[in-house]
């Protein structure tokens, strides 16, 4: 029983390039959420999905963002003409729709923009 | 809207040593709550979870919490830390809108 399944583990981009970043969870799991890590800042939250809908993006910066959890397929962060500052350790998690489930996390993406 | 304070950035400790990882919410909902624990270069695995009944809540190596919700706190305890429980540490809480908020984690350095 596979985990959540994050790829790449490692992400290098030019400044100006677009970075996607795939996250397929946990079999069954129908919610998604995506998390930004950087140093002494903790777990930043960025978009909250289910399939085909996004439930809450309080936490997406406003440009060059975007996130998407198809019928099909593996959820995607998508980060257009990225800058150093994007530079971090991004982390999906799953659950399973009943509220207090847990969330089970992926092993992340770091990405880092040169 | 919700909110994790977790009040220590690291916490060092030695082998063998008691410890407590403070964690504050607010919310003004019912609240659900969990402890993470995070190894380096990996993800997060659940430690431990507050959902309903019995304030306190215990994990399999030995990690405790009590939900005490007059002070709106989910403190992590162990009486005696190893060297392997040398970890970042987060709190996180969620409500009915469903969506997990974590707090700034505590680095655990436990000292030999």
């Known amino acids: 029983n596979a985990g959540v399944m994050q790829n790449p583990r490692h992400l290098v981009r030019r400044r100006g390039q677009e970075a996607r970043l795939r996250c397929s969870p946990m079999?069954?799991?129908?919610?998604v959420y995506w998390y930004r890590q950087l140093p002494e800042e903790g777990l930043k939250f960025m978009v909250y999905l289910q399939k085909e809908n996004i439930i809450d993006e309080s936490g997406m910066p406003k440009e060059r963002f975007s996130a998407e959890f198809p019928k099909e397929g593996p959820s995607i962060l998508r980060i257009q003409q990225v800058v150093r500052g994007d530079s971090a350790a991004y982390f999906c998690?799953?659950?399973?729709?009943?509220?207090?489930?847990?969330?089970?996390f992926g092993q992340g993406t770091r990405l880092t923009v040169v | 809207a919700q909110s994790v304070t977790q009040l220590d950035s690291q916490v060092p400790v030695f082998e063998e040593a008691p410890v407590e990882l403070r964690c504050n919410y607010s919310s003004s909902v019912s609240v659900y709550l969990f402890w993470y624990v995070q190894y380096p270069n990996q993800g997060l695995q659940l430690l431990l979870k507050?959902?309903?009944?019995?304030?306190l809540v215990e994990s399999i190596n030995g990690f405790e919490a009590e939900f005490n919700k007059s002070q709106t706190s989910f403190h992590l305890r162990k009486p005696s830390v190893h060297i392997s429980d040398t970890a970042e540490y987060f709190c996180?809480?969620?409500?009915?809108?469903?969506?997990?908020?974590f707090g700034k984690g505590t680095r655990l350095h436990i000292l030999p």
């Open positions: 507050y959902l309903s009944g019995s304030t």
């Open positions: 998690a799953s659950s399973l729709r009943d509220r207090g489930s847990e969330a089970f």
């Open positions: 079999k069954g799991h129908s919610h």
């Open positions: 996180a809480v969620s409500s009915q809108d469903d969506k997990i908020i």
